[in-house]
């Protein structure tokens, strides 16, 4: 017998969109509001480029582009284990999970009780004891006493959100209360790529040395233990929320696939393709979101991500559905850390392996998404130009020692003979 479940109401930009029922088990239904088809018309995509505004509810079935949607919101691996023990469900219960953190998610959206209205939320200053337990101790949570976790960030790193204070110092983001900063600390597993948080930090002021939006970011220490601070690109200076969702959510993919395969790419061609051919007629100006993509991805090969699936690459959406790129985020090195991520992520042109792209992959990738060759020739040209002279410009932290000449060796091998 199928559990009843109740409702939640799907709240963007203020404005009440949809209701999201569970009318079987892990099987979810969104049905958009009048006001939704009012104020945004059939056919329009201003919650996910996987979900049309329609006047029919879009349910899962064999695809679920729902669920996979929400499964985008929520945080994989131990935070997701702690939230279900705090707050008594299963870690698969996306709907419990949401009623209880869906206040306070990635972008714009907020998931309420039926009949609730957002509020501001409030948030609690804490001492800076209290920040440095909070985030000192992880993968252990321990929030203020007498709160519990009240926000949700997709990803499998252990991480803090909170919420800077007018007057200096953090806040405890509570009642749907934005947070405006990602706190994640240095992993405490070897298993994990080293110096992940130093490499981070680099990289992101790479971009933007490089011209590139990157999210803002600082190290910190925290009890004796180095952190990222990053500032979120999805919050405004005042805190305004503005919506946003990754790769994976707009091609209506769970997170479990945020590799791309090449039995993928052979069958449907390059994800990156069709992303391109969702977004960028959603964008203000799609020759600018074409060459905006390109230049993020040769930045990402250039300096040897080899963990830029498409959980790390995400798309605006602004209040009238406008598409545009988000500025780069966990962003790093990591093939010239561990020579395990040798891999793009993403196909291109056919190639999978970082050592193998030319500035030939790179241009008839390109041009399956509509950029001409000679713009595509250019564009990547002075993209390299560009991060080779942020690279000898931009200091690496002294633990990431020789990543210039090792970045430069690979250039030589397979990019740089094309440019110079």
Partial sequence: MARTRRALDV????????????????????EWTVAALDRFGTGARPLSLSLPVGTRPITDGDHRPVS???EGLLPEGNLRRHLAAIYNVTAIDKMELLAHIGQ?????IQFLPRGEVPGAG???PLTSLEVDRLIADLPTYHPPEGSHLQASLAGLQDKVLLTAMPGGGWGWPE??????HIVKPEPLTDAVVPHLIESEDWALRLADAAGMPAAQSRRATFDGRAAIVVTRYDRGPDGRRIHQEDLCQALGLDPQAKYESVAEYEARRSRLSR????????AEDPAAFRLALLRA?????????????SKNYSLLLDERGAVSLAPLYDTAPVMDL???????SHVINGKTSIDTVTVADFVQEASTWGISVPAAEQEVRETMLRVHDAVSRVAPPEVLVDIRERMTARWQRTLWPAVS
């Fill in 104 to 108: 306070e998610c990635a972008g714009a």
């Fill in 175 to 180: 009642g749907g209360a934005a947070s405006t």
């Fill in 338 to 344: 561990d020579r395990r991520f040798r891999g793009t």
């Fill in 11 to 30: 709240w963007l930009y203020g404005h009440h969109v949809a209701t999201l029922t569970e009318p079987r088990p892990f099987r979810y239904r969104l």
């Fill in 68 to 70: 996979a949607f929400l």
């Fill in 297 to 309: 991805v040769v930045f990402n090969v250039m300096i040897g991500n080899g963990d830029a699936h």
């Fill in 275 to 282: 992303v391109v051919a969702l977004a960028a007629n959603r």
């Fill in 122 to 124: 409030i948030v609690r």
